[in-house]
């Protein structure tokens, strides 16, 4: 043992390691089945689970068939009435018991975490665990609530929830805790690599006397998780990477099964010229060497700005070089284990192929057992894979900017969108960054912040639905069923040469309208509809419309909310004076619907508000609904008009530009309408009508990279086509009930919040309280 004084001249920390006795004694000989129907199930074929900082073997675990999936489906089936059924406080009562039954086991459930994921005692104990508790304990608060903060809506009934390996039983949390508070029964299936604190929380479920089948844990590999995407469940909610996400979508396709997905990311980390640099590496340590690297809104892509580009490096490798690589179960390690070798063969790969590319590592050393020293890729360019990939480990990939625009520029230029962190002493250049940055959380002066209250969850292809708060409590909520107005469907229209004109005054020939002009179809062909002949688009139309939505959409989102409105309602006055032509066209009931509809969400255009969030002490947390950019919109084919307009003006209300397929066998009161907003001040491609084969236009719209939102109405064949295609860039598609077009029903706040994103933005605020600035609190 080393003296005081040597101590003194290099200022090393001493091993400090965490007893593990206890969790080692509940392993000891454990051989798990599965927790199904409120009782664990004999052992099956077993899979072993390792502790990745040794190798050591921890426990057997049951490797899940199709049939276990099958009878904890069975079991929470049976759950599901009998949960649903109780009052919101008394399953407030169960949620709270959970909370409290996790703090009880704090120190266990973090040992155990640790053990099991490779992860830094510390982090599992001053993080994971005590916010899984907050996440319970908010959760009972939204049970109690339920029925005050979500009027008339329901459970969806049973959720299929597959979470990862990274945050074991927080991603538990982020599932469970809201679909109970919602009414909810699941079926949990944790990683493969990380099923122990899993198991121990179904222990939990027993001990706190919650219903049998109302929680229901399976085990196994992906097979299981395939298992449970095709069981007869009522929703999945999925956390893993980007490309099971899509597969998971592409099998849930027409099945009308609800979905969320949250996925992998990039996120940028962007240090402007007048950041504490100081504090951005610290930023840094928080973001990509924390939890190794293995998370998914990791700051990986460093942009600095150049002017500070070598200060900051400087200051990253001196603190860089100061981590603690080592056992997890040391209090004074910064960075554990990595989860598996398979995970660590897959980080040095990746790695490997950047340097190969042109990049230079620094650090990023692979170390014995399941061990990679933090590090850096630096001199990346925006094509090299370091700067493209998920590396998901600890190592970051820095490089350099000269403006503010080229930073948001770096900071798009990826197909995810999960997170970013900004970082600069200046307000206004801070929030106007995370204003242009695509991201579902955006960090300021911070990183890895989170809170129940905080809704989580991405853009563009790191999916969507969201975790945490109101918006994450409505995802696993829905309508009950209505009145439903019979969907109509119709084959493909047949063309019509010539124009057909026979009738008294100067004959009028029907166009599509794209970017505020009236445009011919690209084919030159129309078809026969009733009142004359209406333009047949085709897929070069569809390219013209979104091409023009896409070049007005930020225009359009950034005049605000007043704007907008004053565009509406000027909109709803010249249909008021065109009313008589409009109820020619469709009936008294539809023209008078259409403009009333028009009217009320004018009136909801700068109304439909964010929230202002109480999480964290000493940060102002801001949940912003923001505008997809360009939504495709398939109207109704019955009520023409009305359908029409109760789709598009809520998605344009909130700052969309849209590309509507409007009705296919009678859309002539829609040219009517392109008319009225030629002279009410609407921008052109701000509304574009396409008319012709709407399923052949829907497939194309769907499939398009630039449209970022779909809804659909009609026939479940045409809705699993349109869902198939959304895939491609996973992006969301809203299946629209069928609804009385000319009810009060259709319209309302369900169609505003399908037409927006949930942007969670934090900012310090204020001087943080004695002790509240640690990670948890």
Known sequence: MPSVSEIMEHLDYGPAPEDAGAVRDWLTGRSFGHFIGGAWTRPGDL???????TGDLLAQVTQGTGDDVAKAVKAARKAAKGWAALSGHERARYLYALARHIQKRERFLSVLETLDNGKPIRESRDIDVPLIARHFYHHAGWAELRDTAFPGQVPLGVVGAIIPWNFPLLMLAWKVAPALAAGNTVVLKPAEYTPLTALAFAELCAETGLPPGVVNIVTGDGATGAALVAADVDKIAFTGSTELGRQIAQTLAGTGRALTLELGGKSPF??????????AVEGVLESIWFNQGQVCCAGSRLLVAESVADRFEALLRARMDRLRVGPPLDKSTDIGAIVDPVQKDRILRLTAEAVAAGA???????????????GYLRGVTPANPGFQQEIFGPIAALTTFRTADEAVELANNTRYGLAASVWSESAAVATDLAARIRAGVVWINAANLFDAAAPFGGMRESGFGREGGFAGMQDYLTLP??????ISTSAAPAVVPGTGHGGEGIDRTAKLYIGGAQKRPDGGQMYAVPGGLAPLAG???VRNAVEAAAKIAPKWAAMGGHARAQVLYFLTENMEQRRADLIARTSRAEADAAI????????????????????RPGHLVNVIPEPFGVMGVVCPNAAPLAGFVSLVLPAIAMGNAVVAVAAQDDPMALFDLAQIMDTSDVPGGVVNILTGPREDLTATLAAHDEVAALWYHGAPEGLAAAERAACGNLKPVWPVPALRWTDPAAQGKVFLRSAVQMKTVWLP???????AGGGAY
């Open 596 to 615: 009333a509809r028009v009217f009320h969400y004018a009136a909801w255009a700068d109304k439909f508000d964010g929230q202002n969030l109480q999480t």
């Open 270 to 279: 962007v240090v402007m010229p007048d950041a504490d640099l100081d504090a």
């Open 765 to 771: 605020y204020g001087a943080l309280p004695a002790g």
């Open 481 to 486: 069923p209505g009145r439903p107005e019979k």
């Open 47 to 53: 899979f072993e689970t390792r502790d990745p900082s």
């Open 360 to 374: 230079e590592l620094v650090g990023g050393a692979a170390g014995q057992g399941c061990f990679i020293a933090p």
């Open 539 to 541: 897929r070069k139309d």
